[in-house]
């Protein structure tokens, strides 16, 4: 029996929602989660978060702008590290990251995870985002994040490789919409 979606591959898989045997990949493709969650098929759909559109290095170096939102958002991050007693690993940034691209590219809204953590990192960045870059458009915040994501998950090695560099030439955000520490002067003040 053809699968009556495709047309083309045999139907293997008893479907609720067409009420007959579909091909795996077009049960993959037109998964509801409202109406398939109950069969054993059914899996959360999974997010190419590397394949997002971003701003490639070349095209975020010497451009202030870019430069400067980046900044931001690396600040941020360094900040809420620092609120937390520097024991964040890189990891976490990266599930913040793709928590706050759910939402500026994928428009899909917070929803909260077992992750405490993770909760008060999204909510604590995405305050300073909202509060400070909430004019810009939400593509440009997306190409922004998609750099920044980009580079965390090339610096770490799994610990703090990438929070320790942005500490470093980055700095701490003081606060919304405030200027960031830069690192030298907080290494002064200790």
Partial sequence: MKCPVCISKKGKRGCLL????????????????????PCSYYQDPKRDYQSIPFYKPNEMDGHLEREDLGNVIESTFSSFDYETGDKMRDELVIRIIERLLDFYHFKQPF???????????????????????????????????????????RRTHGGRQYLDLIRQYVGIRVGPGIRAIPASAEMNSN
Wanted: hydrophobic share 30%; glycine share 8%.
């Fill in 111 to 153: 929803s909260t995870s077992s992750d405490e953590v993770l909760n008060d990192g999204y909510r604590y960045v995405f305050g300073v985002l909202e509060n400070a870059l909430g004019d810009e458009p939400h593509e440009e915040i997306t190409k922004i994040l998609g750099a920044i994501y980009f580079v965390a998950r």
């Fill in 18 to 37: 067409t009420t007959s045997f579909i091909c795996s990949q077009c049960c993959g493709i037109n998964r509801k989660k409202e109406m398939c969650h």
